[in-house]
T-cell receptor
Framework: DTGVSQNPRHKITKRGQNVTFRCDPI?????LYWYRQTLGQGPEFLTYFQNEAQLEKSRLLSDRFSAERPKGSFSTLEIQRTEQGDSAMYLC??????????????FGPGTRLTVL | AQTVTQSQPEMSVQEAETVTLSCTYDTSESDYYLFWYKQPPSRQMILVIR??????QNATENRFSVNFQKAAKSFSLKISDSQLGDAAMYFC???????????FGKGTHLIIQP
């Protein structure tokens, strides 16, 4: 049984560069979420997919951020023209999407981004 | 907008003792879900316990139980017989139902003294 996986686990980049993160959800989970967690804070919701459709985006997700989930499987989160304020842990979570209420979200280990 | 407040940045408890972590939230919804997640150092977040707002009975999971006070918008977590492995950041989270993203508090750092 594999959980949610994220790659890379760590990414160091220079300001102005583009970075892309990948998330592989639990197999057959329909819903996939991205969160950002800065030091000393709880995770903040960024965006959510139901299968391949991106259904909700937080106002935290500026134009430099884009997320995709082709074919409703893995997802990628790209940050263009990175800024030092983008330094954070980026968490992915998935849920089954089969219940009428709120499914439990299962989290991946995260990708820690450091922008120099 | 919903908000979640954890007023205890850090708590310390002796091994085998009981500790209670506080959480309050603000919402205008009547139907929602509350969660406690645990995040050990450098490890991924895992679900500890969840509570549906429409259920009056408090959720329990082995040594973990909650005190859900809907009118007071309070959702505290009690850990009984604390173990060294319980040391972690604990986050309280709210969901308005459906496929909403979770709203998290800032977390409480729990230290277990041997």
């Amino acid at each position: 049984d594999t959980g949610v996986s994220q790659n890379p686990r760590h990414k160091i980049t220079k300001r102005g560069q583009n970075v892309t993160f990948r998330c592989d959800p639990i197999s057959e989970h329909n819903r996939l979420y991205w969160y950002r967690q800065t030091l000393g804070q709880g995770p903040e919701f960024l965006t959510y997919f139901q299968n391949e459709a991106q259904l909700e985006k937080s106002r935290l997700l500026s134009d430099r951020f884009s997320a995709e989930r082709p074919k409703g499987s893995f997802s990628t989160l790209e940050i263009q023209r990175t800024e030092q304020g983008d330094s954070a842990m980026y968490l992915c979570a998935s849920s089954s999407g089969t219940s009428g209420g709120t499914d439990t979200q299962y989290f991946g280990p995260g990708t820690r981004l450091t922008v120099l | 907008a919903q908000t979640v407040t954890q007023s205890q940045p850090e708590m310390s408890v002796q091994e085998a003792e009981t500790v209670t972590l506080s959480c309050t939230y603000d919402t205008s919804e009547s139907d929602y879900y509350l969660f406690w997640y645990k995040q050990p150092p450098s490890r991924q977040m895992i679900l500890v316990i969840r509570q549906e707002a429409y259920k009056q009975q408090n959720a329990t999971e082995n040594r973990f139980s909650v005190n859900f006070q809907k009118a007071a918008k309070s959702f505290s977590l009690k850990i009984s017989d604390s173990q060294l492995g319980d040391a972690a950041m604990y986050f309280c989270a709210y969901s308005g139902g459906g496929a909403d993203g979770l709203t998290f508090g800032k977390g409480t750092h729990l230290i277990i003294q041997p």
